[in-house]
């Protein structure tokens, strides 16, 4: 499980740092969030599909982050309308 996780975040991480910069304004911010969303697709690699895109699943699992943090605390100055990275949801 170890090399296909690495394997596949390695291959996505930029994407996926890319992604979340496009979103959230603040640089440390954003650090803060790829280390998190990095730490829970580590922790939940086991529910991946293998069968399906590993980049869309970050995506869904960095956007909950983003929406998450937003709320608890209101600090992330987002680019765009959270009801807007609901809806890609």
Not at 36 to 58: C, I, N, V, Y
Not at 64 to 72: D, E, S
């Amino acid at each position: 499980m170890n090399q296909d996780f690495l394997k596949n975040f390695l291959a996505h991480q930029s994407d996926l740092r890319g992604y979340i910069c496009s979103i959230i304004r603040d640089r440390s911010l954003r650090d803060d969030v790829f280390q998190d969303t990095a730490l829970t697709l580590w922790e939940s690699f086991d529910q991946f599909d293998p069968k399906r895109s590993f980049g869309a699943w970050a995506r869904g699992v960095a956007t909950n982050k983003i929406l998450q943090q937003h709320r608890q605390t209101g600090r992330i100055p987002l680019a765009t309308d959270p009801q807007v990275l609901e809806a890609i949801l």
